[in-house]
Every structure is written in C-alpha cells, then in structure tokens.
C-alpha cells in the first residue's frame, strides 16, 4: 500500500524557520517525482513546489521562491520541506504528494498532511 | 499563470447527474486532472489527462474536454459523493488548481 507520511509541522513565529519531512512507503520512491502542495484553512489547493526523482529538477511557486527548499533523500525514502522567513500566509495544511509518471503528471497519492501555523 | 474558474458550488440530489465545468484563461491541452477532498481528508485523484479514470474510481465518474473548457460528471451521484471537486492544470508553468466546487445535497 503507497503511504506517504507527513511530520514537522507546528505553531511558529513570523520570521522563524521549519522543517517538514514526508516518509514515503509501499512504493519505490526513487522512482518517482514529488511534489508539495498547501491549503490554507478553509481554501483551495496551492502548489508549493517540484522535485524530480533524481532531484535534477526543482521548481517553485512564486510565493514561496527564495525562502523554501525543496529536497529529498532517496535512501531514506523522505521528501523534505526546508521552510524559512516564515509570514502568516504561509500558515496551512502541507501535503506532499506523488507525481505520476504518466499521463501528464497527476498526483496520484497524498499524505495527511502537516499542519503549520505562524502566528506570533 | 493559469488560472482555472470553476463554480464554488452545486446542490444535487442522489442518483442526479452533476457536471462541474473547469475553464483556463489559456489552452492546457488535455493535462487537465481531477481531484475529490472530503472534509478533514486529503485529496484523492478521479481524472487524469481529461477523461481517463484513475485507478479504483468507479465508471460513475467521468471527465471530458480539451483545450480551455473541460467537464466533470458524477453519473449517478451518490451520498458518499459530497465533497469538494478541484480540477488541476499541468500543462502549464506553473501546475495550478481551481478553486473547488463545493457538492452539497438538495
């Protein structure tokens, strides 16, 4: 069963930093790109950023360029989210999510979630 | 970026069809997707590349279009059907989503 588990997420100060980790199993992760997509209470979905399977692509949202890191560990079978200059529009529900090999690239499994809040 | 209009919400009865439109503000070929998300869930992908059924979802659902105008359809729809439906474009830099369209029952 393809599992993806999200963690790392809290309650932190404008301005601090934050790192989320997504643990993938039942597949072989470094198969496949990953992505991480946020949604604000009460909004809709937002992608945040790209990575491929052998971390040669990478790619931001606007938003958040500059200040998040996209990164992975394919022995460890983890996606990361490094997060820093946190501001209060960054506070959401943080999925990550498996990118499809096919078809255009839909996000065919996604994790729980992690929740992050900034908030001083 | 491209943006994806769709209609904040629908109220339907079960065993009705529903259709819920996605327009782009520019052409996104056929890699329009589509997502289901109940309430305190995670998204759960329906259609890939516009009309094909992903893996496990029933032939109730379905999807067309191509270009800037697609369509989702739920046929018949049933109770466990409530959710909140997004459509999701990747065929342009950056992959964007729609705002949702919210199925409510009658």
């Known amino acids: 069963e393809v599992q993806l588990v999200e963690s790392g997420g809290g309650l932190v100060q404008p301005g601090r930093s934050l790192k989320l980790s997504c643990a993938a199993s039942?597949?072989?992760?470094?198969?496949?790109?990953m992505n991480w997509i946020r949604q604000a209470p009460g909004k809709g979905l937002e992608w945040v950023a790209s990575?491929?399977?052998?971390?040669?692509?990478?790619y931001y949202a606007d938003t958040v360029k500059g200040r998040f890191t996209i990164s992975r560990d394919n022995a460890k079978n983890t996606l990361y989210l490094q997060m820093t200059s946190l501001r209060s529009e960054d506070t959401a529900l943080y999925y990550c999510?498996?990118?499809?090999?096919?078809?255009?690239?839909?996000?065919?499994?996604w994790g729980q979630g992690a929740s992050v809040t900034v908030s001083s | 970026d491209t943006v994806l209009t769709q209609s904040p919400a629908l109220a339907v009865s079960p065993g009705e069809r529903v259709t819920i439109s996605c327009r782009a503000s520019?052409?996104?070929?056929?890699?329009m997707h589509w997502y289901q998300q109940k309430p305190g869930q995670q998204p759960k992908l329906l259609i890939y590349?516009?009309?094909n059924l992903a893996s496990g979802v029933p032939a109730r659902f379905s999807g067309s279009g191509s270009g800037t105008d697609f369509t989702f359809t739920i046929d018949p729809v049933e109770a466990d059907d409530i959710a909140t439906y997004y459509c999701?474009?990747?065929?342009?830099?950056?992959?964007?989503f729609g705002g949702g369209t919210k199925l409510e029952l009658k």
């Open positions: 999510a498996r990118r499809v090999n096919y078809g255009g690239y839909p996000m065919d499994a």
């Open positions: 039942g597949f072989t992760f470094s198969n496949y790109g």
């Open positions: 990575i491929s399977s052998s971390s040669s692509y990478i």
């Open positions: 520019e052409s996104v070929s056929t890699l």
């Open positions: 590349k516009a009309s």
């Open positions: 999701h474009q990747s065929w342009n830099s950056p992959p964007t």
